[in-house]
């Protein structure tokens, strides 16, 4: 029997409502964990992984890749309508799907993020299926050299999201790979930099880092507009429908197919690589995008490409982090770390020879993602209603709900008040940045890979002393010469802008 006739004839069998139940049942629970911020698919996959020990291993890791397909899609539902990401891997989503939000356009704010998710899904389900295998070998030959070089090229991303200002772009950068050196070191574990505060013996955890720097810096301009707002009564909300033309998101979406094919390769192949995950794909995507783009300087004032970039590489991610864990035995991020655990538990070990030894299951997982696709689409338009009520609720009202979200969320990472304590600074922290203008993209992916990056260097270091191997060896010299050309093209694009405005600017002059 062939290839395709195994995925058939698994599509059956994930089909029956043995499979189908769970299945459904993981996709709603992502969709609501992904939605609501500082819960994450971390978190809920976690939740789920109890309910799952008394099912068959194929029954559990539908449930769980329910809700890490369904999860992925729904954390861009409140980043688009509320403008907080509902996880890390849709904070690039907040960037132009908020401001599509506020110029009325909700509706095709939310879908062009759904069915973005879709086709990126879809695409990363062909790789999945066909190139297990084959990335498997490539990913033989990273060690450390290669996988520091990798590191280093996405932060070279940090050049395409500096805004107006390179300098505050820069340091908002800094200021993420800072938070890092804070706690235990990668390898040794010895403490450094925590001033003798036992609270930060563990380093600043990333989800409440996220929530704060994200979640109170949007809050906090709607807070002061409620507070400068006259009169006692609260402004009603606006009328706002998700009612939207499906075909016109589609145009929207595939108007320009290269930049979707691209943003969908760099997620498969973040998910691919270990430890980077969504929460870097989806801004190393939004950063390609705006460098391939004809309007770049549109970006972050609310175009679907920006939404398009987040989210269908978001999605791919989970395809490659999939591909990760079945090829290696390497979970590629958190989720899949939860799944491996559940695989061991039923004594399946994941690795070079999963395929082979348990052809059920590989090509169950490989059904499971595909019917999980349209799931998620489904729950988002049944729960429509429920997004609607959410954007549609007082601001007076919804801002101490999602606070209180954002403080249970900090607290439930490992039920433990220090989480809360660094939500708080963080706050403070992201609404400083947001009043001074300094982007907040480059601090989380300085914070995302700062860790990856000393670890990686260590490990290379230790081997061999050698600093020129980082150079002659092909897979990471090539990366660091990626690096150099990202950084290069970001500043040429910088002064492209910059020079743009100014002859803009003395037009109107001259017209005066």
């Given at each position: 029997?062939?290839?395709?006739?195994?995925?058939?004839?698994?599509?059956?069998?994930?089909?029956?409502?043995?499979?189908l139940?769970?299945?459904?049942?993981?996709?709603?629970?992502?969709?609501?964990?992904?939605?609501?911020?500082?819960?994450?698919?971390?978190?809920?996959?976690?939740?789920?992984?109890?309910?799952?020990?008394?099912?068959?291993?194929?029954?559990?890791?539908?449930?769980?890749?329910?809700?890490?397909?369904?999860?992925?899609?729904?954390?861009?539902?409140?980043?688009?309508?509320?403008?907080?990401?509902?996880?890390?891997?849709?904070?690039?989503?907040?960037?132009?799907?908020?401001?599509?939000?506020?110029?009325?356009q909700?509706?095709?704010?939310?879908?062009?993020?759904?069915?973005?998710a879709?086709?990126?899904?879809?695409?990363?389900?062909?790789?999945?299926?066909?190139?297990?295998?084959?990335?498997?070998?490539?990913?033989?030959?990273?060690g450390?050299?290669?996988?520091?070089?990798?590191?280093?090229?996405?932060?070279?991303?940090?050049?395409?999201?500096?805004?107006?200002?390179?300098?505050?772009?820069?340091?908002?950068?800094?200021?993420?790979?800072?938070?890092?050196?804070?706690?235990?070191?990668?390898?040794?574990?010895?403490?450094?930099?925590?001033?003798?505060?036992?609270?930060l013996?563990?380093?600043?955890?990333?989800?409440?880092?996220?929530?704060?720097?994200?979640?109170?810096?949007?809050l906090?301009?709607?807070?002061e507009?409620?507070?400068?707002?006259?009169?006692?009564?609260?402004?009603?909300?606006?009328?706002?429908?998700?009612?939207?033309?499906?075909?016109?998101?589609?145009?929207?979406?595939?108007?320009?197919?290269?930049?979707?094919?691209?943003?969908?390769?760099?997620?498969?192949?973040?998910?691919?690589?270990?430890?980077?995950?969504?929460?870097?794909?989806?801004?190393?995507?939004?950063?390609?995008?705006?460098?391939?783009?004809?309007?770049?300087?549109?970006?972050?004032?609310?175009?679907?490409?920006?939404i398009?970039?987040?989210e269908?590489?978001?999605?791919?991610?989970?395809?490659?982090?999939?591909m990760?864990?079945?090829?290696?035995?390497?979970?590629?991020?958190?989720?899949?770390?939860?799944?491996?655990?559940?695989?061991?538990?039923?004594?399946?070990?994941?690795?070079?020879?999963?395929?082979?030894?348990?052809?059920?299951?590989?090509?169950?997982?490989?059904?499971?993602?595909?019917?999980?696709?349209?799931?998620?689409?489904?729950?988002?338009?049944?729960?429509?209603?429920?997004?609607?009520?959410?954007?549609?609720?007082?601001?007076?009202?919804?801002?101490?709900i999602?606070?209180?979200?954002?403080?249970?969320?900090?607290?439930?990472?490992?039920?433990?008040?220090?989480?809360?304590?660094?939500?708080?600074?963080?706050?403070?922290?992201?609404?400083?940045?947001?009043?001074?203008?300094?982007?907040?993209?480059?601090?989380?992916?300085?914070?995302?890979?700062?860790?990856?990056?000393?670890?990686?260097?260590?490990?290379?270091?230790?081997?061999?002393?050698?600093?020129?191997?980082?150079l002659?060896?092909?897979?990471?010299?090539?990366?660091?010469?990626?690096?150099?050309?990202?950084?290069?093209?970001?500043?040429?694009?910088?002064?492209?802008?910059?020079?743009?405005?100014?002859?803009?600017?003395e037009?109107?002059?001259?017209?005066?």
């Amino acid at each position: 029997m062939n290839h395709y006739e195994l995925l058939i004839q698994h599509i059956g069998v994930v089909l029956h409502w043995h499979y189908l139940l769970p299945l459904i049942v993981g996709t709603i629970a992502g969709v609501i964990g992904g939605a609501l911020p500082g819960v994450t698919i971390t978190m809920t996959v976690i939740v789920v992984l109890p309910f799952t020990f008394g099912l068959d291993p194929l029954q559990g890791l539908a449930a769980m890749i329910g809700v890490y397909v369904g999860g992925s899609a729904g954390g861009s539902i409140t980043a688009s309508l509320i403008g907080i990401p509902g996880t890390p891997s849709a904070v690039a989503t907040t960037f132009d799907g908020f401001p599509m939000t506020k110029k009325g356009q909700a509706g095709r704010s939310v879908w062009v993020g759904a069915w973005s998710a879709f086709i990126g899904g879809a695409l990363g389900g062909l790789f999945l299926i066909e190139l297990t295998g084959p990335f498997a070998s490539i990913a033989l030959f990273f060690g450390p050299w290669e996988f520091f070089a990798l590191f280093i090229f996405a932060l070279s991303m940090v050049a395409g999201l500096v805004g107006k200002s390179v300098t505050k772009g820069l340091l908002s950068g800094a200021i993420g790979l800072l938070v890092t050196i804070v706690g235990p070191d990668p390898i040794m574990g010895v403490q450094r930099f925590t001033m003798g505060i036992h609270e930060l013996e563990g380093g600043f955890p990333f989800l409440p880092v996220l929530i704060g720097i994200f979640a109170f810096a949007q809050l906090m301009p709607d807070v002061e507009q409620i507070r400068s707002s006259t009169g006692n009564e609260p402004a009603k909300p606006t009328k706002v429908s998700l009612t939207v033309s499906h075909l016109a998101v589609w145009r929207d979406i595939l108007c320009r197919p290269f930049i979707l094919l691209w943003v969908t390769f760099i997620g498969i192949l973040v998910g691919v690589l270990p430890a980077i995950g969504g929460s870097a794909a989806n801004i190393m995507a939004y950063d390609q995008a705006k460098k391939f783009s004809k309007r770049p300087e549109k970006f972050g004032t609310g175009i679907p490409e920006g939404i398009v970039a987040s989210e269908a590489s978001n999605s791919a991610n989970v395809a490659g982090s999939l591909m990760m864990i079945m090829a290696f035995g390497i979970p590629g991020d958190a989720v899949t770390a939860v799944m491996m655990g559940a695989l061991t538990i039923h004594g399946i070990q994941p690795g070079p020879l999963f395929v082979s030894q348990h052809p059920k299951i590989a090509y169950g997982i490989y059904a499971a993602y595909l019917i999980a696709l349209p799931l998620m689409i489904a729950v988002i338009w049944v729960g429509s209603r429920v997004w609607l009520h959410i954007i549609n609720m007082p601001k007076s009202m919804l801002i101490p709900i999602v606070l209180v979200l954002c403080v249970i969320g900090a607290y439930a990472l490992n039920n433990s008040m220090n989480g809360v304590y660094v939500l708080a600074l963080f706050c403070v922290i992201g609404y400083a940045m947001v009043k001074g203008r300094i982007p907040l993209a480059p601090l989380i992916l300085g914070v995302v890979l700062g860790d990856q990056i000393e670890a990686n260097l260590i490990q290379a270091v230790s081997t061999d002393a050698n600093p020129w191997l980082f150079l002659t060896r092909p897979i990471s010299g090539g990366l660091i010469a990626a690096s150099v050309a990202s950084v290069a093209l970001a500043v040429w694009q910088h002064n492209r802008a910059a020079k743009l405005a100014t002859a803009t600017d003395e037009e109107e002059d001259t017209d005066f």
